[in-house]
């Protein structure tokens, strides 16, 4: 058992250690426990529609600032007349992540911790 605590540290991840969920966790308990949840930043879910796989590839292009300007207003009425945006409240940092929506955030790492501890129940 001491090895798999060992396998599990987050160092052991190397360059992703940052976003390991046992360090997002202990960081959160480390830096946030004597205050306020650090949810000043904001961001937003853009969904579409399933058959609009490529204006959400272009959708991803204009995020990485790899689509070409002359394409920028074919996104934007795309956006405007098929998207559902959905503004987040978001954690300004979370992992080495930029912001992270509060609920989906705090789900993801509720799973991927619930695994962890999962597994660490059957070792014991």
Known sequence: MLGWIEEM???N???????DPLLIVHNMDRF???RELAIVDSSAIITFPPDMTEIYRKALLYREGKLPISENPMLNRALKDHAK???HVAFREFGTGKAQPVISGLVKLFEEVS???GVFATQV
């Open 9 to 11: 540290q987050p160092y």
């Open 13 to 19: 991840a190397g360059a992703d250690a940052g976003n």
């Open 32 to 34: 946030d426990k004597h």
């Open 85 to 87: 945006v959905t503004p």
């Open 115 to 117: 695994v962890l501890v």
